[in-house]
């Protein structure tokens, strides 16, 4: 199963896809996370990419198209893979459709967890305090819902023109979000 995860910052796709990761028996990709490795490593990557994120802006596109390449390139995805993060604009939802079409591993399924931004906004702040992650402050929070609205949001047609679309309600708690997109996988799986 090939599946991403489409949403708004706060919208559960890490929570989800590490769940559903062990549910498909497929490997999690989560640009955040691979962005923030190189961060935490302080390579020369991770120097370039760390002051965009703190704005709550978006890595380049090449950047992020080559990290992708060289992720998907490791033997584990070969059954299949979670991308959590991306594609989060048209350029990389194209790039993405050419890589995979490349390596002869189409995109099976895009689910967004659809969640309203007052409820956004509370869960981050919940794990800004718990976590302190460095660009869950107010200010680069409103910055990630505008790029996402501006930006991630015309994702979601480009998924839906091409009839793999699920979309599932994110609200509720996470054992009942996680059974809503585990119903809609396995539907478009049948
Ligand atoms: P990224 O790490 O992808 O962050 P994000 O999209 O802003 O998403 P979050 O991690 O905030 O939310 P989530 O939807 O994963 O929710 P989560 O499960 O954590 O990207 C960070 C940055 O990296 C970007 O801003 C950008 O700069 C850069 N970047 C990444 N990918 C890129 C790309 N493709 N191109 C360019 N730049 C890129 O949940 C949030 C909280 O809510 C948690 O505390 C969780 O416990 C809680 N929660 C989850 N579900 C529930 C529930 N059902 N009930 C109650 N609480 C819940």
Redesign the pocket.
């Known amino acids: 199963m090939r599946l991403v995860l489409l949403?708004?910052?706060?919208?559960?796709?890490?929570?989800?896809a590490a769940r559903l990761k062990d549910a498909l028996g497929v490997p999690h990709i989560?640009?955040?996370?691979l962005?923030?490795a190189e961060v935490a490593a302080g390579s020369a990557l991770g120097l370039q990419a760390k002051a965009?994120?703190e704005r709550?802006?978006?890595?380049s596109?090449q950047i992020?198209l080559g990290m992708l390449e060289d992720r998907l390139s490791r033997p584990d995805t070969s059954v299949g893979f979670i991308l959590?993060?991306?594609?989060?604009n048209l350029a990389?939802a194209n790039a993405l459709d050419g890589l995979l079409e490349r390596i002869g591993q189409p995109v099976d399924l895009a689910v967004q967890?659809d969640v309203g931004t007052e409820l956004l906004i509370q869960?981050?702040a919940?794990?800004a305090q718990?976590e302190g992650r460095s660009?869950d402050n107010p200010e680069s929070v409103r910055n990630?819902l505008r790029?996402y609205t501006d930006q991630t949001a015309p994702v979601i047609d480009y998924y839906r023109e091409r009839g793999k679309l699920a979309c599932v309600f994110?609200?509720?708690?996470?054992d009942e979000?996680f059974a809503r997109i585990l119903k809609a996988v396995r539907g478009s799986a049948a």
Do not use: F, H, N, W
């Not at 994110?170 to 996470?174: H, P, T």
């Open positions: 949403g708004a910052p706060g919208s559960g796709k890490g929570t989800q989560s640009t955040g996370d962005l923030r965009v994120m709550g802006e978006l890595v596109d992020l959590d993060g991306y594609p989060r990389q967890l869960r981050i919940s794990r718990l660009d990630r790029v994110g609200v509720g708690d996470m979000v």
